[in-house]
């Protein structure tokens, strides 16, 4: 039986100066995706073989790159196989973990938008940083885009640039 993941698109609560929702998202919006699929699997990939070059740009960034943003694992590595990813507002970092503050609304009940968890780079599954009016990174989203309707998905490349 393949396990599912429970995947938070980019609609972020407006948490100590977080990025502001996507006009084109409702707050909660969350999709299922299997474990198995191909178009994600490669997304993720993508993003963790880029890890290094957003924590480069986090340490240093220029002058228009703005609000990093990791997706990670909330559960992670439930014991159920089920997993809950989400964003999370980057506060600081540290070796290999981050201090986060939850940017969307989770499904677990344990956790609440806003609050402070640390991450370890073994959870990360996607990154995000505005540069100008430009969404850095964010593959995870943009596999998502395929499987909405197409005006909420013009509506989302508009927002962020794409």
């Known amino acids: 039986m393949a396990t599912a993941r429970l ?3 980019l609609a972020c609560a407006s ?3 977080a990025i502001a929702p996507s006009p084109a998202l409702a707050q909660s919006t969350v999709r299922y995706i299997g474990a198995e699929d191909p178009a994600m ?12 070059a957003f924590f480069r740009h986090l340490a240093v960034p ?15 590595g439930g014991a159920d ?9 980057v506060r600081q970092r540290s070796g290999t973990r ?3 503050t ?4 989770p499904v677990n009940p344990d956790y609440v ?10 959870w990360i599954d996607d990154w995000s940083y505005w540069k100008g009016d430009t969404l850095q990174g964010a593959y995870t989203v943009r596999v998502l885009l395929d499987q909405m309707p197409r005006e909420q998905a013009a509506a989302l490349r508009r927002d962020y640039g794409w």
């Open 7 to 9: 995947a938070l698109i």
């Open 15 to 17: 948490v100590a100066g």
């Open 41 to 52: 699997n490669a997304a993720e990939q993508r993003a963790i073989s880029e890890l290094d």
């Open 62 to 76: 220029a002058a228009d790159e703005t609000e990093f943003m990791i997706k990670f694992d909330l559960s992670r």
């Open 81 to 89: 196989g089920d997993v809950e990813f989400i964003w999370g507002l």
């Open 98 to 100: 981050t201090e986060v």
């Open 102 to 105: 939850l940017a969307n609304e």
């Open 113 to 122: 938008v806003g609050q402070v968890v640390t991450v370890e780079d073994r």
